[in-house]
T-cell receptor
Framework: GQQLNQSPQSMFIQEGEDVSMNCTSS?????WLWYKQDPGEGPVLLIA?????ELTSNGRLTAQFGTTRKDSFLNISASIPSDVGIYFC??????????FGSGTQLTVLP | NAGVTQTPKFRILKIGQSMTLQCAQD?????MYWYRQDPGMGLKLIYY???????DKGEVPNGYNVSRSTTEDFPLRLELAAPSQTSVYFC???????????????FGSGTRLTVV
C-alpha cells in the first residue's frame, strides 16, 4: 500500500517558537489533510489541501501541498501550550481512503 | 450537532468473545469509515461504506465485519476477539461530492478495546 513518511517523530520547543513538520510519499496524492489529536480524543481536521502548490492558512497554522503532489508541510507560528498534541498528515488519492503518517508528537515548553 | 458518536468509550473483552462497536453520525454524510490506531502509529482503515447497503474492505479487514443499513449508523463487529485486536478504534464520516472530492472528514472520539 501507499506509505507516508512523517517527520520529525517528536519535537520539544519553547513557547513562542515556530514549528515545521512534513510528510513525503512515494506516491502522488490528490488531497492532503493535516490533523491534530489530543490524548483520548479522535483526530481533528486542521487544514485541507486540494491542489498542487496550494498554500492555506488557519490562524497560526499554514500548510502547503507540494508541487510534485508527493509531499506536504505544516508550519505553526508562535507556538502556545495548547498546541501540544500529535499532528498527523494524511494523503488521499481516490475518494474514500486516507493514508496516514505515523504522527509528530509536539511538546511546548513554557 | 453531535458529529460522530462512538460507543462504548472503553471495553475489555476476553479472547473469543464478540462485540459490536457502535458509530452514528448526524451530518448526513454519505461516506463512513472504521480505523484502528495502534500505539505510536497512524490510523489504518478497516472498512468503509459509500452509502447505505454498500460496504468495502480497507487495509486491515480480517477479523471484522460491518453493515450499513442506514445513512446514520455504521457498526463494527468483532466475532472472535483476539489479543491482536487490542487497539483504539475510530469511526469517521465524510461527504463525497459528485466530483469525487471528500469534505468534512470528521472523526469520533474513539473506543479503546483491550482483549485479554
Amino acid at each position: 500500500g501507499q506509505q507516508l513518511n512523517q517527520s520529525p517523530q517528536s519535537m520539544f520547543i519553547q513557547e513562542g517558537e515556530d514549528v515545521s513538520m512534513n510528510c513525503t510519499s512515494s506516491s502522488i496524492f490528490n488531497t492532503w489533510l493535516w490533523y491534530k489529536q489530543d490524548p483520548g480524543e479522535g483526530p481533528v481536521l486542521l487544514i485541507a489541501l486540494y491542489k498542487a502548490g496550494e498554500l492555506t492558512s488557519n490562524g497560526r497554522l499554514t500548510a502547503q501541498f507540494g508541487t510534485t503532489r508527493k509531499d506536504s508541510f505544516l508550519n505553526i507560528s508562535a507556538s502556545i501550550p495548547s498546541d501540544v498534541g500529535i499532528y498527523f498528515c494524511a494523503g488521499q488519492f481516490s475518494a474514500r481512503q486516507l493514508t496516514f503518517g505515523s504522527g509528530t508528537q509536539l511538546t511546548v515548553l513554557p | 450537532n453531535a458529529g460522530v458518536t462512538q460507543t462504548p468509550k472503553f471495553r475489555i473483552l476476553k479472547i473469543g468473545q464478540s462485540m459490536t462497536l457502535q458509530c452514528a453520525q448526524d451530518m448526513n454524510h454519505n461516506y463512513m469509515y472504521w480505523y484502528r490506531q495502534d500505539p505510536g502509529m497512524g490510523l489504518k482503515l478497516i472498512y468503509y461504506s459509500v452509502g447505505a447497503g454498500i460496504t468495502d474492505k480497507g487495509e486491515v479487514p480480517n477479523g471484522y465485519n460491518v453493515s450499513r443499513s442506514t445513512t446514520e449508523d455504521f457498526p463494527l463487529r468483532l466475532e472472535l476477539a483476539a489479543p491482536s485486536q487490542t487497539s483504539v478504534y475510530f469511526c469517521a464520516s465524510s461527504y463525497s461530492s459528485p466530483g469525487g472530492r471528500d469534505y468534512g472528514y470528521t472523526f469520533g472520539s474513539g473506543t479503546r478495546l483491550t482483549v485479554v
